[in-house]
């Protein structure tokens, strides 16, 4: 039986352009690897059956903030978010803690204790995103070039300071905090929130992220499904098959088959032969697409060329525990955070990018950590807490800044003395926190790797972020869209624009380059005729 269009991956991606093309009356079918939709967006009970933990990502701004994935209505299909009782923390050495709420006047005032004239400079900041934010997350989103969101930004351009905006959005984040504030505080929240990416805190494009991020968590907060990260896929699934569309699990793609320049069905690992009529959408990593499921004679020599020089993002390790008490801050803030920043400086997580850019393990890995329990009290019995940090480190290892013991092989050796690293860091914000660690799980780069085949080497956002993989750079010169050099092929994984985060835009934008070449090619067929 042939479908419309066959979307090879379930993550979230996937799942979007499959709603989508569904929306439109076209056949749909979805086919994943894994026994389970999602990707990078599920949860487990494999570190101890009473705690719920998210087994790669978890907390959610961009789909928050997502057109597409507010239009899909996914609340009707089961989706509940929760909110922490604040969105992100960061201790700091003094003992008190940067804040950020959902409150804008909340983390204002809590900055300006800290620093005079830091809240009304954070509520300036807070106006000028309230007029070009939207447009801004609009733009980055679409499809390259953002006309409609574009304009929009370009009409409040001057409402925001004109090109000085434009200067501080290209300011790495380590000067835009700088610049911005006198204290502490909003620093940290925005060099962390840079962070998240692989861009250095030094670099241009650093500063657009930092901003991003955080006024993002000022406007939509940080929130998480409840009941796990796994709720969110379930929810795009439910939707899917409301609407006819297929889903087979356990379902591993080996080839795409090309005829005459066109992609006509998929191949699966049992021999089986899927039909599309219309497009495949590949919601896999661009090495995958162009180096395994297509053979070279399909590709055109600058795109194999040009795919030697795709640069992947850093690995990652993630370790997630189960509390039997909630973590033991040194000193515990008035409102307890769900996202946790730990670095002791803006310098330190400079300093702890640099090792991982010149391929060394950090000596102090900068931590993103998650209070999920906190953040969503489904998710452990009441007083214990669900928790993970994860860290980068270099897809290659050449040297380790610490003590000299992590090889780089990231073996179960490996994993646990770094594991034992990123612990040690947050005991020392927590003295106690390892007597209250019931069960303990290290996810390397293999393991993460083994249970979702995109995240290569733990790499999370389908390649690197940093400005020459960007727009028109991605994933190749020359692109910035979903189309691929073969007709009814689109990329609709993080490796496409506009790359990574839980936002569904590669898949929908694949979609919406499926749904528009079919629109052209149909006329054309009954002139031929």
């Given at each position: 039986?042939?479908?419309?269009?066959?979307?090879?991956?379930?993550?979230?991606?996937?799942?979007?352009?499959?709603?989508?093309?569904?929306?439109?009356?076209?056949?749909?079918?979805?086919?994943?690897?894994?026994?389970?939709?999602?990707?990078?967006?599920?949860?487990?009970?494999?570190?101890?059956?009473?705690?719920?933990?998210?087994?790669?990502?978890?907390?959610?701004?961009?789909?928050?903030?997502?057109?597409?994935?507010?239009?899909?209505?996914?609340?009707?299909h089961g989706l509940t978010?929760?909110?922490?009782?604040?969105?992100?923390?960061?201790?700091?050495?003094?003992?008190?803690?940067?804040?950020?709420?959902?409150?804008?006047?909340?983390?204002?005032?809590?900055?300006?204790?800290?620093?005079?004239?830091?809240?009304?400079?954070?509520?300036?900041?807070?106006?000028?995103?309230?007029?070009?934010?939207?447009?801004?997350?609009?733009?980055?989103?679409?499809?390259?070039?953002?006309?409609?969101?574009?304009?929009?930004?370009?009409?409040?351009?001057?409402?925001?300071?004109?090109?000085?905006?434009?200067?501080?959005?290209?300011?790495?984040?380590?000067?835009?905090?700088?610049?911005?504030?006198?204290?502490?505080?909003?620093?940290v929240l925005l060099a962390?929130?840079?962070?998240?990416?692989?861009?250095?805190?030094?670099?241009?494009?650093?500063?657009?992220?930092?901003?991003?991020?955080?006024?993002?968590?000022?406007?939509?907060?940080?929130?998480?499904?409840?009941?796990?990260?796994?709720?969110?896929?379930?929810?795009?699934?439910?939707?899917?098959?409301?609407?006819?569309?297929?889903?087979?699990?356990?379902?591993?793609?080996?080839?795409?088959?090309?005829?005459?320049?066109?992609?006509?069905?998929?191949?699966?690992?049992?021999?089986?032969?899927?039909?599309?009529?219309?497009?495949?959408?590949?919601?896999?990593?661009?090495?995958?697409?162009?180096?395994?499921?297509?053979?070279?004679?399909?590709?055109?020599?600058?795109?194999?060329?040009?795919?030697?020089?795709?640069?992947?993002?850093?690995?990652?390790?993630?370790?997630?525990?189960?509390?039997?008490?909630?973590?033991?801050?040194?000193?515990?803030?008035?409102?307890?955070?769900?996202?946790?920043?730990?670095?002791?400086?803006?310098?330190?997580?400079?300093?702890?990018?640099?090792?991982?850019?010149?391929?060394?393990?950090?000596?102090?890995?900068?931590?993103?950590?998650?209070?999920?329990?906190?953040?969503?009290?489904?998710?452990?019995?009441?007083?214990?807490?669900?928790?993970?940090?994860?860290?980068?480190?270099?897809?290659?290892?050449?040297?380790?800044?610490?003590?000299?013991?992590?090889?780089?092989?990231?073996?179960?050796?490996?994993?646990?003395?770094?594991?034992?690293?990123?612990?040690?860091?947050?005991?020392?914000?927590?003295?106690?926190?390892?007597?209250?660690?019931?069960?303990?799980?290290?996810?390397?780069?293999?393991?993460?790797?083994?249970?979702?085949?995109?995240?290569?080497?733990?790499?999370?956002?389908?390649?690197?972020?940093?400005?020459?993989?960007?727009?028109?750079?991605?994933?190749?010169?020359?692109?910035?869209?979903?189309?691929?050099?073969?007709?009814?092929?689109?990329?609709?994984?993080?490796?496409?624009?506009?790359?990574?985060?839980?936002?569904?835009?590669?898949?929908?934008?694949?979609?919406?380059?499926?749904l528009l070449h079919a629109?052209?090619?149909?006329?054309?067929?009954?002139?031929?005729?």
């Open positions: 039986m042939s479908h419309d269009a066959v979307v090879v991956g379930s993550g979230p991606n996937g799942l979007v352009a499959a709603n989508h093309l569904a929306d439109h009356d076209w056949s749909v079918l979805v086919v994943e690897a894994q026994p389970d939709v999602g990707g990078a967006v599920r949860s487990d009970r494999d570190v101890h059956p009473d705690f719920v933990h998210d087994t790669f990502s978890s907390f959610y701004p961009l789909a928050a903030a997502s057109p597409v994935l507010q239009r899909f209505h996914l609340e009707r978010w929760r909110h922490a009782p604040a969105v992100l923390g960061h201790p700091l050495s003094d003992g008190s803690w940067a804040l950020l709420h959902r409150d804008r006047e909340m983390t204002a005032a809590g900055f300006d204790t800290q620093h005079p004239g830091d809240g009304e400079a954070w509520l300036a900041t807070c106006a000028e995103w309230d007029r070009i934010g939207p447009d801004i997350v609009g733009a980055l989103l679409a499809p390259f070039p953002p006309v409609r969101h574009g304009a929009g930004a370009l009409r409040r351009l001057r409402s925001v300071g004109g090109l000085a905006f434009v200067r501080s959005l290209l300011t790495p984040a380590l000067e835009l905090g700088r610049n911005r504030f006198g204290g502490v505080g909003p620093r962390g929130n840079a962070g998240h990416a692989d861009i250095p805190l030094d670099a241009p494009g650093s500063g657009l992220f930092a901003l991003l991020m955080t006024m993002l968590g000022q406007t939509v907060g940080f929130p998480v499904p409840q009941g796990g990260a796994g709720r969110l896929s379930e929810a795009l699934a439910r939707r899917l098959r409301s609407l006819g569309g297929e889903i087979r699990t356990c379902c591993e793609v080996v080839r795409i088959e090309v005829d005459g320049g066109r992609a006509v069905a998929v191949r699966t690992s049992d021999g089986e032969r899927l039909a599309a009529s219309r497009a495949i959408v590949a919601d896999v990593a661009a090495p995958h697409l162009y180096r395994r499921l297509l053979a070279p004679d399909d590709l055109p020599a600058r795109t194999l060329r040009a795919m030697q020089s795709f640069q992947l993002d850093p690995g990652t390790v993630k370790v997630d525990w189960a509390l039997e008490r909630p973590v033991p801050w040194r000193s515990a803030p008035l409102h307890q955070p769900g996202t946790v920043h730990v670095a002791d400086s803006v310098e330190e997580m400079t300093e702890a990018f640099g090792q991982v850019q010149a391929r060394a393990v950090p000596a102090r890995p900068f931590l993103l950590a998650g209070q999920m329990s906190t953040t969503d009290p489904t998710r452990s019995r009441t007083g214990t807490e669900s928790m993970w940090a994860y860290t980068h480190v270099p897809q290659q290892v050449v040297s380790d800044a610490g003590d000299g013991s992590i090889r780089g092989a990231w073996d179960r050796d490996d994993c646990e003395r770094f594991a034992d690293r990123i612990q040690a860091r947050v005991e020392e914000l927590a003295p106690g926190f390892g007597g209250r660690v019931v069960a303990r799980r290290v996810l390397g780069p293999r393991e993460l790797e083994e249970r979702n085949a995109n995240l290569i080497g733990g790499a999370i956002n389908g390649g690197t972020a940093q400005l020459h993989q960007q727009l028109v750079f991605r994933p190749v010169p020359g692109t910035g869209r979903a189309e691929t050099p073969v007709r009814g092929l689109y990329l609709g994984s993080a490796s496409a624009h506009p790359g990574g985060g839980v936002h569904g835009a590669p898949g929908h934008n694949a979609a919406r380059a499926a629109r052209v090619r149909r006329p054309l067929t009954l002139v031929r005729r």
